[in-house]
């Protein structure tokens, strides 16, 4: 099945999985990248990143290229920022209608739960039925048999 993998990544956790995915399954991928860089380092990254995400901004992105009318199915990979999803990913559905695709989702957070932002991406790409979900705690910085074990489970529920 011809997959697209929407992503964003501001540290390489998720870029990392993106990667890892991307590869099992031959798929293309798409960086989602802010016009106005988010800080990424000290107290102004997670201020910063923590409002955006608290506030719902849907922040302006550079140009992209890739037509998702040639893809079945549409990947979401986000950090957990502030409980949710990260504000790049509300930009691109607001501008993307991705409900006639098969949707899969995969988040990256330090240690917190990630289903709200399932929840949430779910509501907002307007998705139906069951959509394979993959939740990893820092893969790139703290590589885990968890982790490894989330991304098997997550390649079986992709197969179905
Ligand atoms: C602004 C900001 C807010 C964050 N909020 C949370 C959070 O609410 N819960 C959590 O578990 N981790 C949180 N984190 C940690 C990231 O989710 C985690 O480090 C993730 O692996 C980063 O992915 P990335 O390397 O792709 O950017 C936050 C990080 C940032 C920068």
Not at 76 to 89: S, V
Not at 90 to 105: D, E, G, I, P
Not at 134 to 142: E, N
Request: proline share 8%; glycine share 6%.
């Amino acid at each position: 099945m011809k997959t697209l993998i929407v992503y964003f990544s501001l540290e390489g956790n998720t870029q990392w999985a993106v990667e890892q995915v991307a590869a099992h399954l031959h798929a293309d991928t798409l960086k989602l990248v802010p016009e106005k860089p988010y800080p990424s380092s000290g107290f102004p990254k997670y201020f910063w990143g923590g409002k955006s995400a608290v506030f719902g901004d849907a922040p302006e992105l550079e140009p992209y290229s890739r037509n998702i009318a040639q893809y079945e199915r549409i990947i979401l990979a986000t950090p957990i920022w502030a409980g949710t999803f990260a504000p790049p990913l509300r930009t691109y559905l607001n501008h993307v209608q991705v409900s006639s695709k098969r949707l899969a989702l995969l988040a990256c957070s330090g240690g917190g739960s990630a289903e709200k932002a399932f929840t949430q991406l779910k509501a907002l790409a307007g998705a139906s039925g069951d959509v394979p979900t993959c939740h990893l705690v820092s893969p790139k910085d703290k590589p885990s048999e968890a982790n490894e074990a989330a991304l098997t489970a997550f390649y079986k529920a992709l197969e179905s």
